[in-house]
């Protein structure tokens, strides 16, 4: 479906819970989301890239070897595929093993949608 549609409608139960452009709905409920797995990252280069004014929130997962994910929620997807590859390697020390913008299913997007409309 994600090939053919540019607009989506989700329905539950016969009840409209989200519709929109599709591009809009793969997005994910957060927003743009870029993850890096990365090596060797000081604390100096996570708080920077913090602070910059168009990252929503950063999570860090430590792995058990030496890698860690970042998991970064951006309001301007633009600003951070510019930037934020740059400021983590400013710092020579790091090694990036992966860099990507998180894209979403239409199923789990569906999912997601769904459920959050039986909390309400």
Do not use: C
Not at 85 to 101: G, I, K, N, S, T
């Amino acid at each position: 479906m994600q090939k053919v549609s540019d607009t989506v409608a989700i329905l539950n139960r016969g009840e409209l819970v989200s519709q929109g452009p599709i591009e809009t709905l793969l997005a994910g409920s957060e927003g743009p989301v870029f993850t890096l797995s990365l090596t060797s990252a000081t604390e100096q280069v996570l708080e920077q890239v913090r602070r910059q004014p168009w990252v929503s929130s950063l999570q860090v997962n430590q792995g058990r070897d030496e890698a860690a994910t970042w998991t970064v929620a951006v309001s301007d997807a633009e600003m951070a595929e510019a930037q934020l590859l740059r400021l983590v390697l400013a710092e020579p020390q790091v090694r990036v093993l992966d860099f990507r913008r998180r894209r979403y299913e239409l199923e789990e997007v569906f999912m997601q949608i769904v459920e959050g409309s039986h909390e309400r």
